[in-house]
């Protein structure tokens, strides 16, 4: 019975540390889209400008 207890809080473990490096990745992704939008804000604004 130990090592069943053992390996289902080691399985939980798991799960939670791969729930947070999905978490971690996404608002990763999420800031790196944010300043892509921003650069093409930036990039059409002088566009529109220079017209």
Avoid at 14 to 33: D, F, I, N, T
Wanted: proline share 0%; no cysteine; charged share 40%.
């Amino acid at each position: 019975m130990f090592a069943y207890q053992m390996h289902e809080t080691r399985s939980a473990d798991l799960r939670r540390e791969a729930a947070q490096y999905r978490l971690a990745r996404e608002a990763a992704v999420a800031r790196r889209e944010e300043r892509r939008a921003a650069r093409r804000a930036r990039v059409l604004a002088r566009w529109v400008k220079a017209a």
